[in-house]
């Protein structure tokens, strides 16, 4: 095959990536593939070629970004590779951007040649997949994953005190079984909201299973978890679901060291809701 200039750029221009050359001042020189979000104004003989990422990028914040690596790597003569979010209109798109600095024959630095890939779909089925394994979908909750997740990492001083407070929510089996599983879902979903409104910034709750919930409270001192648990108690109290009161049972423990700790922590708050719970029963 003969690598004329016609051959080569048609070689470029079948690489699964928008391939683009800048010169020593940043400025496009050649892309294989003109990216037809860039032209907002709808213009026909809109061209990038000849101008840098301050002129021809929407986002303005992204422009400048790029220009300043471009400069660093023209200075440094290195390579650059990472994933950037961009959004035309409402839709996210994501890019997997790397960049390299070419180097003359005399050694200098002549420009910066790179490959722009489009990764939108596999970054948002990886999102999905991610949400999916970390969140309850009946809820919309953090799930046990998640939890172990988080367990995993070490106690900050900025979360002490650390509350916890374990949540069974009572009456569910009787709902379930009088009126069906659509009105257990209903009674989950509308306790889940009772609690999450109630909720300082930075709180967390998760769904263990069941009728069972854990929400984490960093840089909650006891009395003030003791108030939130009876807010949420009052809430309950004050809701039904076909007739039926809701009632929560809870129980709390709060950290105030970073060497306590979590699991057990996490135990003996459940051990005070499991006897709150059956004091509830004793009461019917």
Known sequence: MDMNADNLKAIINAIPGNVFFKDDQCRYLYVSHLCSMLNTAGRGDFTIIGKTDLEVQVQKELGEQYYKEDCELLKSGGELEYVS????????????????AVHGSGGSVIGIVGVVTDITQETVLRQ?????????TLTGLKNRASLALWLSQPITSESIPLSIISADFDNLKLLNDNYGHA?????????T??????????ACMYR??????????????????????EKISES??????ESVPLSISLGMVTLNSVDQNLTEAIHEADARMYEQKRIHHSRK
């Open 85 to 100: 979010q961009m959004q035309f209109g409402e839709n996210l798109y994501y890019y997997k951007i790397q960049k390299r």
């Open 128 to 136: 999905k997949l991610e949400y999916l394994s970390s969140t309850d």
């Open 183 to 191: 009105a257990g879902d209903t009674y989950l979903k509308t306790g």
């Open 193 to 202: 909201k009772l609690i999450s409104d109630l909720l300082p910034n930075g």
């Open 208 to 229: 263990m299973g069941g009728d069972e919930f854990l929400i984490t409270l960093p840089a909650c001192k006891e009395k003030d978890c003791s108030v939130l648990i």
């Open 236 to 241: 309950f109290k004050s809701s039904s679901i």
